[in-house]
Nanobody, 115 residues
Framework: QVQLVESGGGLVQPGGSLRLSCAAS????????MGWYRQAPGKQRELVAV???????NYADSVKGRFTISRDNAKSTVYLQMNSLKPEDTAVYFC?????????WGQGTQVTVSS
């Protein structure tokens, strides 16, 4: 059974930082593309960042220079370091694992940026 378990969300002030983690089980982690998506109230889910099995990364323009995605294959965990957070970053953040047409999703973790 595949499980993606996110953690690290919470409430942070504008300009602050958070680090999200996603621990995967039930998949061969090292060969899967891993990523983070987010969904704000009333909006569609959007890509935030993705990291391939080979370590290549891609980011949404809105987070470039502020967010960093990384992975630890030994721990089957993907991370999203979020710095200089803005109120518009408020959303539920979902972990994603993909290989070909097979995709898996976590349950999501809430990130709220507010003073």
């Amino acid at each position: 059974q595949v499980q993606l378990v996110e953690s690290g969300g919470g409430l942070v002030q504008p300009g602050g930082s958070l680090r999200l983690s996603c621990a995967a089980s039930g998949i061969i982690f090292s060969i899967h593309n891993m990523g983070w998506y987010r969904q704000a109230p009333g909006k569609q889910r959007e890509l935030v960042a993705v990291i391939t099995g080979g370590g290549g990364t891609n980011y949404a323009d809105s987070v470039k220079g502020r967010f960093t995605i990384s992975r630890d294959n030994a721990k089957s965990t993907v991370y999203l370091q979020m710095n200089s957070l803005k109120p518009e970053d408020t959303a539920v953040y979902f972990c994603y694992a993909g290989l070909g047409r097979q995709t898996y999703w976590g349950q999501g973790t809430q990130v709220t940026v507010s003073s």
